[in-house]
């Protein structure tokens, strides 16, 4: 793994450079720039493996995790930096606002930089102790008029209430297909009316040429993006029962089915999309 350490000593250069003024507060933004610019490369797949084990998010995955889905979802840095304007839309005084399977906290981080709204809290949530740990030293950097609490915990049982913006940024389709009913139908009934649900997943295609074609072409994505044909298929089979994507009319349906009333897809790259659900 190749880890690029951020000098601890940068802030003294800065202070003998002559800019003491701006250097208490400018430097924990820049490091914060740093930390988040240079990052651990996933390497996870790069052996050949005698056996393949199902993907978990375990250490190891946490540790290289902002570099594994930026060069594996295309369009999620997109999708993450809009999360911030839908938040600063949607976000209702006095609400809360949830982000499930929150893993590092990248769609965490956007709805605390987007929250205009007063008194509100953010619940982030996740059922990996990896991922929440990472997650809680993250959160520590941001500033936000939120209270901010971070969870360990199975969103398949934890509450929601009061909501009005609630992120499942890539994690509905880590749930099993039956329980994702009722899951969007408690997510649902915990939403304000007027509130939102962002609802991003891998996607299929009905149509099968369609499907294979963008199914080739997010591999050409991975490959442009340092993956080599060895770490793609073996994480394809890791993924192969954990990573069950579905269609756009089924996620559709569905969201209607629970409650939604109005739902459509806001962004798309190739086979990777996110919805608006209305309450
Ligand atoms: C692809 S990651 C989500 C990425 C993250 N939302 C982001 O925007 O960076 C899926 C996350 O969902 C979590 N997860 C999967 N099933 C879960 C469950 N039942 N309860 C809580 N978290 C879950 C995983 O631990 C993982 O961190």
Not at 81 to 97: D, F, N, V
Not at 201 to 226: C, N, P, S, Y
Not at 245 to 266: C, K, Q
Request: hydrophobic share 45%; net charge neutral; charged share 20%.
């Amino acid at each position: 793994m190749v880890q690029i350490r951020i000098p601890t000593n940068g802030k003294q250069m800065l202070l003998a450079a002559g800019f003491r003024p701006i250097v208490g507060s400018c430097w924990r933004i820049i490091r914060n720039l740093l930390s988040f610019a240079v990052m651990s490369k996933d390497q996870v797949y790069s052996k050949s493996m005698a056996n393949i084990a199902d993907f978990r998010f375990d250490a190891g995955v946490a540790d290289v995790f902002t570099d594994m889905i930026e060069r594996s979802v295309p369009g999620y840095r997109s999708i993450i930096t809009m999360i911030e304007t839908l938040t600063g839309h949607y976000a209702q005084p006095g609400s809360k606002l949830y982000d499930l399977g929150c893993s590092l906290g990248g769609a965490t981080h956007s709805m605390a930089r987007g929250l205009t709204a007063q008194n509100c809290e953010i619940i982030a949530i996740d059922n990996s102790a990896a991922m929440v740990e990472r997650c809680r030293k993250a959160m520590d950097r941001v500033h936000t008029c939120a209270s901010v609490r971070i969870i360990e915990g199975d969103i398949l049982t934890t509450p929601i209430a009061d909501a009005s913006v609630v992120v499942l940024n890539f994690t509905l389709q880590f749930i099993p297909p039956e329980e994702r009913v009722q899951l969007l139908e408690k997510i649902s009934a915990g939403m304000r009316p007027g509130g939102v649900l962002i609802l991003s997943e891998k996607v299929t295609f009905e149509d099968r040429h369609l499907d294979e074609l963008l199914f080739d072409i997010h591999h050409d994505f991975k490959r442009a993006h340092g993956y080599s044909d060895l770490e793609i298929s073996q994480k394809r089979s890791a993924l192969e029962n954990v990573l069950i994507p579905e269609t756009i009319p089924t996620h559709r349906n569905r969201l209607l089915n629970a409650g939604f009333t109005s739902v459509d897809v806001w962004f798309q790259c190739f086979n990777f999309m996110s919805m608006l659900a209305v309450k």
